[in-house]
């Protein structure tokens, strides 16, 4: 009797938790969908004339938020950029004291390089996000090739038609967190 009791108690318990999570998906959503260095990336996504809620999912696709990584190819920081290219932004943008430690290790100067960068990619892309994001991560001249030769016409729908597997899935999942952080957080 007394372990039936516990069972049954056990799974109103389970079962309460089951709901309560149902019934608070926004707590849920942002829970498996953080978005951290908020601040951070609306002040590089304003000055670059970016949706955070994209420049927020580049990151989360890159490095899952996490300051001092480098990709085995190199890439640096939070949005992987790498050093011949920051070296490029900085160049390009003006910016100063911009060493690869910073880069690596510093959030801010991260997402304000990596935001500079994605910016120039929608403009050289003539404001196409998809294929900017493609570019990000297949660099520009791969991507412009792919365009020029009819490989692939730029669009989410045709992006099979990308020859880069990593690319390919890399468009995928900025383009799915993209959407993802747009619902969970429409005011960010």
């Known amino acids: 009797m007394r372990v ?11 079962l309460s938790l089951l709901g309560l ?13 953080p978005v951290y260095y908020k601040e951070d990336i609306r002040a590089s996504a304003a000055s670059y004339n970016l ?6 999912a ?3 696709s890159e490095s899952n938020y996490q300051t001092g990584r480098e990709s ?3 890439a640096l920081g939070l949005m992987q950029i790498m050093p011949d290219t920051a070296d490029w932004v900085v160049q390009k943008a003006g910016f100063e004291n911009v060493s690869e430690d910073l880069l690596r290790n510093r959030a801010d100067v991260s997402i304000q390089i990596g935001s500079w960068y994605l910016n120039s990619l929608i403009e050289q ?12 991560n297949a660099g520009p001249g791969n991507v412009r090739k792919w365009l020029d030769s009819g490989t692939w016409n730029g669009k989410l729908d045709e992006v099979k038609d990308i020859p880069f597997g990593e690319t390919r899935h890399y468009v995928q999942r900025v383009i799915y967190y ?11």
Not at 21 to 33: E, G, P, T
Not at 51 to 56: D, F, I, R
């Open 21 to 33: 999570l149902f019934l608070k998906s926004d707590w849920l959503a942002s829970w498996m969908y």
């Open 178 to 188: 993209y959407h993802k952080y747009k619902d969970i957080y429409p005011d960010f």
């Open 4 to 14: 039936l009791l516990k069972k049954r108690v056990l799974l109103v318990l389970l």
């Open 51 to 56: 949706e955070p809620h994209l420049v927020a």
């Open 72 to 74: 085995r190819k190199g």
């Open 58 to 60: 580049v990151i989360r």
């Open 125 to 136: 892309f003539d404001h196409n996000n998809v294929a900017a994001v493609a570019a990000y």
